[in-house]
């Protein structure tokens, strides 16, 4: 007997292809867009953005297509608290978060799927780019497009409730087989970049809402090198866009080692700076198997993983990497695999 799935579906084409599976394999399926922005844009700019009125007829359709049942969910408020809000009270406070990971633990993996089984559904299917291994969540086949990451956070029973039925293709295959299906997305570009800013302006985003505020830019010795409008513009390992006033005495590009939101002052120095093998971290959230051998550890979305040693604090964890890392940054994520296989996941709190 099929189980009653919510399969959510963004207008893309993973999500409709992962639509279109589900409900081939039997299952009793009824398709859901989430309304996520107050006032949508009609149309789409290449590939930035998301949640246009484009993108919600483009589900329609593919719902339509697939004969599947087809409803909009409004979770604008709900978006606009739990990640919108959330994002730029974590720039404010110098941290570098990460909305798409924030918007899975909070809106796909929370707000959906507790509506959804209230509402006497059995799972939620996405178009994420993971798998699910005997309920334990693993890479996808396509490293390129893996996604795993971004669902680091979420906890055993979300992923008990959750079907990925993407993970065992790769993204060419997912466009041949849209085709195939008569479905019109087949060739829309993927959504990049942050959708709720769909100009690509973060630093402008932030202004706006956080305000100008000039502060210096400093050297490791304190000196006063530059100034910027405001801390929450910069993040750890940022080169571009520094304005500073005169160069390193090496004549060596300088990259933002730390924000400190307080006393409004950004920190430079040279990339050897930003080398770091401890990393501190907190809310740890375990939801792969006990075994921990042969540890990675991966510090950003598609960013490279690290073999790693781990051990548990008061507060959370401490991860001791095998070699360096760059650019690692206060509010992104480390998710720790055993292979190809989630481990646990927790929020960076600091490094060094």
Known sequence: ???????????????????????????????????????????????????????????????????????????????????????????????????????NE?????????????????????????????????????????????LGVLTREQLSHAIFPLGDSTKAEVREEAARRGLTVADKPDSHDICFIADGDTRGFLAERLGAAEGPIVDQSGEVVGSHQGAHGFTVGQRKGLRIDRPAADGRPRYVLSIEPVSNTVTVGPRSALEVTTITCGRPVWNGPSSLDDLTVQLRAHGEVYGCRFEETGEGLRIELDRPATGVAAGQAAVLYSGATVVGSATITHAA
């Not at 919108?84 to 909305?99: C, I, K, L, M, W």
């Not at 707000?111 to 890479?139: C, E, N, P, Q, W």
């Open 106 to 150: 909070k809106i796909k993996f929370a707000a959906v799927l507790d509506r959804a089984l209230a509402l006497g559904f059995d799972a939620v299917a996405t178009g994420h780019h993971a798998r699910l291994v005997d309920g334990v969540l693993s890479r996808s086949v396509d490293q390129a497009k893996d996604q795993s990451y971004v």
């Open 1 to 103: 007997m099929g189980l009653r799935v919510l399969a959510a579906m963004s207008g893309g084409v993973d999500s409709a292809v992962a639509a279109a599976r589900i409900a081939e394999a039997g299952h009793d399926v009824t398709g859901v867009h989430l309304a996520l922005s107050a006032n949508p844009q009609s149309h789409r700019t290449g590939a930035r953005g998301c949640c246009t009125i484009e993108d919600s007829r483009d589900a329609r359709r593919a719902a339509d297509v697939i004969g599947i049942p087809f409803y909009i969910w409004d979770m604008a408020e709900r978006f606009q608290r739990d990640v919108v809000e959330d994002f730029v009270a974590e720039y404010a406070a110098g941290r570098t978060p990460n909305p798409c990971l924030r918007c």
